[in-house]
């Protein structure tokens, strides 16, 4: 079955240190997506990529980095300066970066402070 | 600037009762409009979409939802509600002139029996 895989499920971070957060996909899309969610907030996006190589900056993008080194890998990394890092972090695909196709979503990564 | 209001944050109802969740948006250029629903520490799973046609569109699990563009409304419905409907449902709207979907803060529907 095609679909969105995303790693770890639970994930727990030490002050100062850096976390990355697994997005793969075998759909064959283009455009990739991070989501950041909190409660009462609904989702915020954090970076996005429409092509390998390629990537910019959402509403919320400081304290993360990403990379786009394969059309089906996005991961996403929480440096140190995201000082507020607890939340539940959503990967998505699409069929293309434009247009009308609806974006399709992993299962998350609950990331918590220790 | 793009925006999606859903005004309650919180929708109780009994099984077998009609629901409705309300979604507004706020935007200077054409959209498209989507509904998702989250079951608990899930993704997003696409309830239904308007692309553009007939204002009336049908989604999955027995939801629908009309697109009111003087109203600019897109609000979610179903006629008779199951306890495994109990989730949260988000409302979004995607620019013509954009790749971003911009999502409204959810409504969790807790369905009693």
């Known amino acids: ?114 | 600037a793009q925006s999606v209001t859903q005004l309650d944050s919180q929708v109780p109802v009994f099984e077998e009762a009609p629901v409705e969740l309300r979604c507004n948006y706020s935007s200077s250029v054409s959209v498209y409009l989507f509904w998702y629903v989250q079951y608990p520490n899930q993704g997003l799973q696409l309830l239904l979409k308007y692309l553009s046609g007939s204002t009336l569109v049908k989604g999955i699990n027995g939801f629908e939802a009309e697109f009111n563009k003087s109203q600019t409304s897109f609000h979610l419905r179903k006629p008779s509600v199951h306890i495994s409907d109990t989730a949260e449902y988000f409302c979004a709207v995607r620019p013509y002139n954009t790749d971003k979907l911009i999502f409204g803060t959810g409504t969790r529907l807790q369905v009693f029996p």
């Not at chain 1, 079955?1 to 990355?20: A, M």
């Not at chain 1, 950041?36 to 990529?49: E, K, T």
């Open chain 1, 1 to 114: 079955d095609g679909g969105i895989t995303q790693s770890p499920k639970y994930l727990f971070r030490k002050e100062g240190q850096n976390v990355t957060l697994s997005c793969e996909q075998n759909l064959n899309h283009d455009a990739m997506y991070w989501y950041r969610q909190d409660p009462g907030q609904g989702l915020r996006l954090i970076y996005y990529s429409q092509i390998v190589n390629d990537f910019q900056k959402g509403d919320i993008a400081e304290g993360y980095s990403v990379s786009r080194e394969k059309k089906e890998s996005f991961p996403l990394t929480v440096t140190s300066a995201q000082k507020n890092p607890t939340a539940f972090y959503l990967c998505a695909s699409s069929i293309t970066g434009t247009g009308n196709q609806p974006q399709h979503f992993g299962d998350g990564t609950r990331l918590s402070i220790l």
